[in-house]
C-alpha cells in the first residue's frame, strides 16, 4: 500500500499528458479527484485498518522506510539503517530535512523537526492498551518489554527484539508505523483522528464527514524525484465519499474523478 503515494506524487497515466504539456496547466489538473465508496472513519494512523484510512493516511504522513513498486523496502525517514548479527536489534538513521506540518502549537507555528524519540513515541502508542490501537499486533510479543524502543540520539532510533522477527523489516512500511508528534496528539486527543498532522506530501485541509477530504500540497516535504524536483507534482487532493458504486462509476466515465478501483462491480 505504501506505493498509493506515488500514485499522487508521480500522478496517474491518465493525467500525464495533460500535466506534461508546454501550456500552463489549469488548476482543476493540479488537483486530484477521486471518491472513496467505503467511507473514512479516522485519519490516525494507529488506526490505519482498512484500505480508505491506508490510501489516506499515507498522503499525510511518513514512516521509517517504504516500498516501491516491486515491493522492496526503501529508505523514508530513515536514510539507512544496520540490523544485528544476532536480528534482535534494528537500528535507524534519520534523515535531518524531515519535518511536521505546520500547526499554530508548534512554536512560531512552523513543524519542528523530527527526531528519533518521535519514532519511540509513536512506536510505544501503538501498544499502549489506552490508546487501543489496532496496530498493536505488529510489535506485541515481538518486542523487548522492557525497552522495546530506543533513541540513542536525535538522529539515531532503535528497536530492540526479544526473538529475531525477520519480516520486521517490511512490517515497518504499514501506515501503523507512521510518526505523529507528541504534542500536537496531546493537545487533541481523541479528536487527533480529525486533526492530522504527519510529515507526508500532503496535509489535511478540510475534512467534512462523510462528505468530502481536501489535502494540499506541503511546500516543504522532503522527497525528491530522480531529477531532483520536489515532491509532490499536485497541489491538492480532493476526495469524495460516494458510497454507491454505480454513482461512483458514472462520476469516472464523466471525468469528474480520475481513479476507479470498483471493476469487480461489473463483473
Known sequence: ?????????????VLVLALRCNNPVTNKREVFHMNISAGLTSLDPAFSKDQATMWCDNQIFNG??????????QPCISKSWKISEDALHYEFYLRNDVFFHDHEKFPNGKGRKVVAQDFVYSFNRLIDSTVASTGGWLFNDKVDKKNPFEAVNDSTFRINLKTPFHPMLGMLTLQYCSVV?????????????SHPVGTGPFKMVRWEESNVLI???NDNYFERDTAGVRLPYLKGVRISFTADKGSEFLQFSQGKTGFYDGLGYFL
Open 1 to 13: 500500500m505504501k506505493r498509493i503515494r506515488y500514485f499522487f506524487l508521480l500522478i496517474p497515466v
Open 64 to 73: 521509517l522506510v517504504q516500498i516501491n513498486e516491486k515491493l522492496e523496502v
Open 181 to 193: 508528534p507528541k504534542e500536537i496528539v496531546d493537545f487533541y486527543g481523541k479528536d487527533f483522528r
Open 215 to 217: 489535502l494540499t500540497k
